[in-house]
């Protein structure tokens, strides 16, 4: 839609000062040789609705092509990648170099993912807008849904909330780009020219491993399921899988992002990564999260990692600052976190550890592997493939998944000792 423009004139202690200048202009001179021309151009967003059956519609479909990278996540022999806003393509890769698609979950408004084992069944987890469903994908190409949590998302949504339109337009899920426009109006001194608050839409925003990558949002330990709104982690009691029921909330900060559950030398924890810092919880009971430390940083976005007592994050500067760098934390004394060194970086976003490997995706710079990872003080990097433009990566038993903004990529790393890594296959995004 047109932003409109309104005009206030500006207030001023000495107005009448002011004033009486503005009658010396007036009567003196064109006011108008005070004044230039300013021309915008944008495109215009237009609200995209759908009807709350369309919102709710979730099915299998055979394999689709894969258009939009978004958060993976690997159990068992399945690979699960979500394309953001669309659903779960579900693929075969108990053979990393010949991965196969099993099918697509149409989840609409879908952007987080978790998977837990009950018996014989596979229980996934998965944001549907604003609601939590339960599914039953043991056959991929026959799903059940189980059971739907409405409205348990409200706060954590990262598109506009969906709102309800008119009868006509239905339900408000989100903007598209629409024709491009240009306005051209006078500026002049005095005079301040605004946007209402709301002339504008939000911005667009193998084995037995069960495991996401960093930039998770749901985590899991034991019968529990963890997500996060923006400022709090929301708890639900999985003692029948296949029914989860809301337990307890727990306040943390404002612009929470990322969980990791991490179980070492201080017990079970839980890593909480957001923009304004690392929040680390005690989950030795993981009915009741005790809050322990946290370590503050420059507001930017911060997936966090575990390994030992060393916690890895990585800080993005495009969220809010310039900043972008890994920081190296020690967390052995969880109540007291404390910064060891940082690393500059290009513009990261996920990262995994693996031993003495670490493993950065540092977005337009490629997947970077470091040496040293026990060692903080002596980080080396170690290989760089600049070709991906890596956003998150799940690295696991010598293999490594990589999401990339222009791909799947799965390497072997098992090697890497004696310095090798090996490309097993790749996956173009999107997919022709």
């Keep these: 839609m047109p932003v409109t423009v309104t005009y206030k004139t500006i207030k001023h202690s000495m107005k009448v000062l002011v004033g009486m200048l503005g009658l010396v202009l007036l009567t003196s001179c064109d006011l108008g040789l005070f004044c ?27 394999p689709q ?38 099918a697509f979950i149409a989840i609409p408004g879908n952007h987080d993912l978790l998977v837990k084992q009950d018996g014989d069944k596979a229980i996934l987890y998965a944001d549907n807008y604003t609601d939590l469903v339960t599914i039953d994908i043991s056959d991929p190409g026959k799903i059940t849904v189980l059971k739907r949590l409405e409205q348990v998302f409200n706060n954590f949504y990262p598109q506009p909330v969906p709102a309800p339109g008119t009868p006509e337009e239905g339900i408000l899920v989100g903007y598209t780009e629409g024709k491009q426009v240009t306005e051209r109006f006078r500026r002049c001194p005095g005079v301040v020219y605004e946007a209402p608050v709301d002339a504008s839409p939000p911005p667009a925003a193998g084995g037995d491993v069960s495991q996401g990558g960093s930039l998770a949002r ?10 996060i709104d923006q400022d709090s982690i929301q708890t639900f009691h999985l003692e029948t899988p296949s029914s989860p029921v809301i337990f307890n909330r727990v306040g943390v900060n404002f612009g929470i992002e990322t969980l990791f559950a991490y179980f070492g030398d201080n017990g079970q924890q839980l890593y909480v990564g957001g923009n304004q810092g690392m929040y680390i919880f005690d989950a030795s ?28 994050i990585t800080l993005q500067g495009s969220c809010f600052n310039q900043i972008n760098r890994l920081e190296i934390i020690d967390v052995s004394d969880p109540n007291a976190p ?25 977005g337009a710079a490629g997947l ?65």
């Design 65 to 102: 092509p894969i258009l939009s990278s978004g958060k993976i996540y690997l159990h068992h022999d399945w690979l699960l990648i979500n394309e953001p806003e669309k659903g779960i393509h579900v693929l075969n890769n108990s053979d990393p170099a010949k991965p196969v698609k099993l």
């Design 36 to 62: 230039s021309t300013d021309t915008y151009t944008y495109n215009e967003m237009v609200p995209v609705y759908i009807t709350a059956d369309e919102m709710t519609k979730i099915e299998s479909l055979a």
């Design 285 to 312: 009971d993981p009915a009741n999260l005790q809050k322990q430390g946290s370590i503050d940083h420059l507001q930017s976005c911060d997936p966090v990692v575990v390994q030992g007592n060393l916690a890895y």
């Design 338 to 362: 404390r910064l060891i060194k940082d690393y500059a970086l290009q513009e990261p976003y996920g990262l995994g550890i693996d031993g003495d490997y670490l493993f950065v995706c540092d």
């Design 368 to 432: 970077k592997v470091y040496e040293n990872a026990r060692d903080p003080l002596n980080l080396n990097l170690f290989k760089q493939f600049a070709e991906i433009q890596a956003r998150d990566i799940i690295p696991v038993a010598g293999s490594a998944i990589v999401i990339a903004e222009n791909g799947l990529f799965q390497y072997d790393y098992s090697a890497l000792a004696e310095g090798k890594i090996t490309l097993l296959s790749s996956i173009s995004i999107p997919e022709k």
């Design 218 to 227: 749901f985590a899991s330990i034991a019968d529990y399921l963890y997500t």
